[in-house]
């Protein structure tokens, strides 16, 4: 009898029906022969009210407080999926975060799991229940309600798969897998079968939001084996797990594009010492994360330093800069938001030299300017106009041959 | 420094803008150099929520979960009071029925509190925090969810001001105290000063709905001497403790109505051992509270059984007795639905002989028909026509001199 762990996201349990539907998933997992252990999110949209009631009575709400409302979002959706459960004539028990055995830092409202006892999950399977887990929460060693922040409910399925040992992992989401590129901006894109945990990574750092990248780190660093795919179809997903040999046999696993990224430039900064510490710690203290940084030497005694942020984080960039820059002795910062990121990801291209080459080939034969350049062991990424990102995508893709099955 | 203990139900803490009234209440409290201690319901229509989305999914709700289930309304309360508080400058902090150490039985939805533990209720009140306690909830010996069932917020404060050993316990309602009569029907009704347990639980088993008659009796068990006032003006409530005896000076402290009383009779029932305890046994297996008994002899060898239900309880009961009769070879069944029972209620008549001739002749002198009596120590209840009740309320009411200070 093999174990099985499955995740629902708030749009899987979105209303009664949908709570109904997943039930009728669950139990047929069981019937197949499973002990099946089930963590779920809040309904869709729940969190957010909640959230919006709390704003009406503190603008900045205590976040110990935030936790233990937050806590309750899950914990509906556990009692009902049990109910829904009993009415198809399955046993099924719901334990919350803190009853499952999980324990977290004290980071309220982005608590790290620390350690997993679940003895009362063992004891409820043992008795032939599907066990319900609300995800996303925890509690300290000292019993206070903790919640992990964004993606957080996967984080506590892979967790749980980890501390259960259990054979397979399944995230249920409403995409049905991990794409070789993303399918509106890439007609003949593809859902990949089998991806590393560090290609998943590197795909969600470019832009492809199938998971949080905690999620796939914790998954990496305990060796859990999942699957993503959606509950709103029968089919198979795309299996997460540690890189194999085989795996480098296709040399570009996919395509991401990034739209939402801004183009830093501080001119004429002094060649001297010191200077890019202090810059990019001005813009580390304003909480902005920098993606891709490129430092041109330009005329003698002076450089420009060049970087890339999110769209969002844009404003408050140049703020931070500006005032930077007046310090340093620096010539003015520009700004340009009309950029994208596109990259290609494989682990395949460890064994694999030139794959660089041949990328930028293909965007200079299609005539795509490549402004800046930033790799690392199992990507490639460049920054070009915005008004190419697509079609680059597009190019790419044909390229690495990802269209084919 | 004294140790207050306030609870304040759902209609008290029905929006944001009542949140922040009880949280300036709460804070007035402390201000004036108390520890305080609050216990709150859910929200106003939360439960009902709750209620119809668990129906939505199973019919007949595992008890198990709906607790689980019901147990989030009184925990978003909690966080929403303790922000409110912080939002005014306060220290507070929430805690759950478990995290607060309730623990009860396992009978779910209807749990029985067993004992308290309080030992995170004391560090947060050493830490200078106001402690906000989800009420109605508690948790088994092995930390499974439970809920009190109906009036479950009150017991929990009277719990927890027990176990506290608090100087005070109060519970805000909409109301603003106990009423020497029901203010629709007897306009000089006044507000009660102080009355005993025992007063208020005949009050609220004869239909004065201040508080749930398994709340009175435990304060009574554990002496916790507490107050029923308004959460929406600062009047003072009435003080509810032991009997003492300078509350025997009044005779009576109340006049109670109930208008929900049916009558049935099983006429001719042959007179014979047993027969009135088949009868009633059969009522009883239709969970059916029977309240007024009486039993009139009336022909040789048979006799007429005649007792009052709730009119909810008259359609359920005539099923029941129909069989029943037949069996034992009664003659008949017959049921009156208008009518009423009127009380008076006091400590005061086991001192003062008399009081029931006096009811009587209060109510004869104004043509008003008695068609049944029952008495404990402290009340004299009588069954009138419906028509009569609000006359013989006002009537009795000016009799024993309740209209005065």
Known sequence: MALVVQKYGGTSVGN?????????????????????????????????????????????????????????????????????????????????????????????????????????????????????????????????ITTLGRGGSDLSAIAIAAALKADLCQIYTDVDGVYTADPRIVK???????????????MAALGSKVMQARSVEFAKKFNVVFEVRSSFNDNPGT?????????????????????KQAKVTVAHVPDKP??????????????????????????????????TVGTDDLKKSLVALEKIAREVGASGVTAQDNIAKVSIIGVGMKSHPGIAAEMFEALAANHINIGMISTSEIKISVVIDLKDADKAAGVLHEKFELSKK
């Open 274 to 307: 010191g200077m890019a510490s202090r810059i990019f710690r001005a813009v580390a203290d304003a909480n902005i994360n920098v993606d891709v940084i490129v430092q041109n030497v330009s005329e003698a005694g002076s450089t420009d330093i060049t970087f």
């Open 16 to 144: 009664p029906d949908r709570i109904k539907n997943v039930a009728r998933r669950v139990l047929a997992t069981q019937q197949a022969g499973n002990q099946v252990v089930v963590v779920v999110s809040a309904m869709s949209g729940v969190t957010d009210s909640l959230i919006k009631l709390a704003k009406e009575i503190h603008d900045m709400p205590s976040e110990r407080e935030m936790d233990v409302l937050l806590a309750t979002g899950e914990q509906t959706t556990i009692a009902l999926l049990a109910m829904a459960l009993h009415a198809l004539g399955a046993k099924a028990a719901s334990l919350t975060g803190a009853q499952a055995g999980i324990v977290t830092d004290r980071a309220h409202t982005k608590a790290k799991i620390t350690n997993i006892t679940p003895k009362r999950v063992h004891d409820q399977l043992n008795d032939g229940n599907v066990v319900i887990i609300a995800g996303f929460q925890g509690e300290t060693p000292e019993r206070q």
């Open 188 to 202: 003949d894109a593809q859902k990949i079968q089998e991806i590393s945990y560090d290609e998943l990574l590197e």
């Open 239 to 259: 299996i997460v797990k540690a890189e194999t040999r085989s795996m480098e046999d296709v040399v570009i696993r996919g395509v991401a594009v990034d739209k």
